[in-house]
């Protein structure tokens, strides 16, 4: 806590815990002012999760803003044994059962590279500045599409797992990962993810994140994945270690892209730069075919033209 | 166009991306990445929105000057 502003009661002005603690209740500012809230992000996603009502809540940040601290203080009210939960909960268990299941049953294997995303920015802004609004495409489609092309070269990659043999998949549906802003995470598949303009799959995209939003997505978009794509690049991360999807075999996760120093043509230059990471069954594939697809994507990204 | 009349219209096109976030929850200065936890996917659904509801478009090169709600109420008052 701050003292700037505490006025001193004792000796000469000296600041007593009396003051301190006066200032403290003195300044507590309400969190809603206006019927608006003041509330991180983490700390709202907590309150959601164990059912806590934010307006019920005294923010100690700055501005009265309410902190996780704040939150995790709170009473909960997230039903007890016996009620039912609600579909956060569930989604939560069934995450938690998949994840749990997935680490102890399926060895897995990573392997890293890191990409120069340089020629794909670039693409990506030209393109952009030629299309309408409605048109424009995310770099995540691009990403999308030369994991599927990639996936074309490495059938191993794109399989299930079925009882004690792994069944390669005659078509490329990738799974991509969308956390839900109340807490949850579900990986609908793009189906065919291989096919069609890159203009279609982000028309795609666009509808199946919507739908993930909105909570309307089809069970069987839940259960077609041949493979699973995580980007968590925009939260800030360098780099992703996941968890595959049983019965997926494998798993791409992309972290963020940042100015690096990087050697082109014998000089070091800055080049936007992105750390993928593949999660592999190791029943199904080995370190060496796992590299050998980290190398294709990277190719593909390199000529995004012809993605 | 009133600058309330912008927010609002703002408001309703945020929500139609994003029906989780609740609009008295929303702070004027809450920055939309961070606070608001929109991601690059949202951003651009949300400018598709705008330049449906106001006709106003936003480059991508522009992106940065809509950090923020009140960034992006300043941005399109100044071209609606």
């Known amino acids: ?307 | 166009m009133t600058r309330d009349e912008i927010r609002a219209t703002l408001l309703k096109c945020l929500t139609d991306v994003a029906p989780d976030i609740v609009n008295e929850e929303i702070e004027d200065d809450a920055d939309l990445r961070d606070e608001l936890d929109l991601d690059s996917m949202d951003i651009l659904r949300w400018v598709q929105g705008i330049h449906k509801a106001l006709g106003v478009e936003i480059p991508e090169e522009d992106y940065g000057k809509i950090a923020s709600f009140e960034d992006a109420i300043s941005y399109v008052a100044a071209r609606v």
């Open chain 1, 1 to 307: 806590m701050s003292l700037r502003g505490v006025q001193g009661s004792g000796e000469h002005g000296r600041v007593t815990l009396d003051d301190v603690e006066g200032f403290a209740r003195s300044s507590a500012a309400p969190a809603i002012v206006g019927g608006r809230a003041r509330i991180s992000p983490y700390a709202r996603r907590i309150a959601v999760e164990r059912g806590i009502d934010i307006r019920e809540l005294r923010g100690t940040g700055p501005a009265g803003a309410i902190q996780a601290r704040d939150v995790l203080s709170a009473k909960s009210s997230v039903p007890e044994a016996g009620k039912p939960a609600s579909p956060t909960e569930r989604m939560q268990r069934t995450i938690a059962a998949a994840m749990t299941r997935a680490n102890d049953e399926i060895p897995h294997y990573y392997v890293e590279q890191s990409i120069d995303m340089g020629n794909a920015l670039a693409w990506l802004r030209q393109t952009n500045a030629t299309l309408s609004v409605s048109e424009r495409l995310v770099s995540g489609v691009l990403l999308l599409r030369a994991v599927a092309l990639a996936l074309r070269k490495h059938e191993s990659l794109n399989a299930t797992w079925q009882g004690a043999e792994a069944l390669p998949s005659a078509h490329v549906h990738v799974g991509l990962a969308i956390s839900l802003r109340g807490g949850g995470l579900v990986a609908p598949a793009l189906r065919n993810t291989d096919e069609g303009s890159l203009g279609e799959l982000m028309s795609r995209m666009t509808d199946l994140v919507s739908r993930a939003r909105a909570g309307t997505l089809r069970s069987s978009e839940m259960t077609s994945a041949t493979i699973t794509l995580t980007s968590l690049g925009e939260r800030g991360v360098e780099s992703v270690t996941p968890i595959i999807f049983p019965p997926q075999v494998a798993i791409v996760g992309c972290g963020a892209t940042n100015e690096r120093p990087w050697v082109v043509d014998g000089q070091v230059v800055p080049r936007p730069i992105m750390r993928v990471t593949l999660g592999a069954d190791h029943r199904v594939s080995n370190g060496h075919q796992g590299s050998r697809f980290l190398t294709t994507l990277d190719r593909l990204l390199q000529e995004p033209e012809k993605l």
